[in-house]
T-cell receptor
Framework: GENVEQHPSTLSVQEGDSAVIKCTYS??????FPWYKQELGKGPQLIID?????GEKKDQRIAVTLNKTAKHFSLHITETQPEDSAVYFC??????????FGAGTRLTVKP | NAGVTQTPKFQVLKTGQSMTLQCAQD?????MYWYRQDPGMGLRLIYY???????DKGEVPNGYNVSRLNKREFSLRLESAAPSQTSVYFC??????????????FGEGSRLTVL
């Protein structure tokens, strides 16, 4: 089955700096890679996703890159703001329904 | 916009007691899911229902049962709670069948403590 490793587990940045979170996956057949943001006391919410036929996707200050050869994908947040503080989860999906989540990264943006 | 609603939000049980977590979605989604979230382990799928009338095991189904009552509602039952089931439980739904077919919409979670 799929195994997803996520690093770092905690990340602290100054407001305005960039933040990068990396995930690696084990199953080369995985084809869908979403990122979810979880604020305190809330359920996870999708912020961006990418499919295996695309190398990069951007949405305003958020971007995701995928390296299929190395089997890793990354979330990039630019010009961070205090409201970006949350726990971020990556996931990798095999065969449309076998999705495994990373352990999460707690991002703190200091004003 | 209610989205996915879970009840109760908090519950404390004694070992051996039973309880049911309720979940309802108002987005007319076909598929529904139950996850548990434990520190340092991300989200793990317990059971899912691809469509009304069907249910299937996920990654960690032992000790749980589910019922897809209708298209809107999907309940999770613990028949004999154990301390290892202390966790935060999330219900989610998606428009199409399969976790990887698109966005999952999550409820706000139910925090369960088993003493």
């Amino acid at each position: 089955g799929e195994n997803v490793e996520q690093h770092p587990s905690t990340l602290s940045v100054q407001e305005g700096d960039s933040a990068v979170i990396k995930c690696t996956y084990s199953d080369s057949a995985s084809n869908y890679f979403p990122w979810y943001k979880q604020e305190l006391g809330k359920g996870p919410q999708l912020i961006i996703d990418i499919r295996s036929n695309v190398g990069e996707k951007k949405d305003q200050r958020i971007a995701v890159t995928l390296n299929k050869t190395a089997k890793h994908f990354s979330l990039h947040i630019t010009e961070t703001q205090p409201e970006d503080s949350a726990v971020y989860f990556c996931a990798a999906t095999y065969n449309n329904n076998d999705m495994r989540f990373g352990a999460g990264t707690r991002l703190t943006v200091k004003p | 916009n209610a989205g996915v609603t879970q009840t109760p939000k908090f519950q404390v049980l004694k070992t051996g007691q039973s309880m049911t977590l309720q979940c309802a979605q108002d987005m007319n989604h076909n598929s529904m899911y139950w996850y548990r979230q434990d520190p340092g382990m991300g989200l793990r799928l317990i059971y899912y229902s691809a469509s009304e009338g069907t249910t299937d095991k996920g990654e960690v189904p032992n000790g749980y049962n589910v019922s897809r009552l209708n298209k809107r509602e999907f309940s999770l039952r613990l028949e004999s709670a154990a301390p290892s089931q202390t966790s935060v439980y999330f219900c989610a739904s998606s428009e199409r069948a399969g976790q990887g077919t698109g966005e999952l919409f999550f409820g706000e979670g139910s925090r369960l403590t088993v003493l």
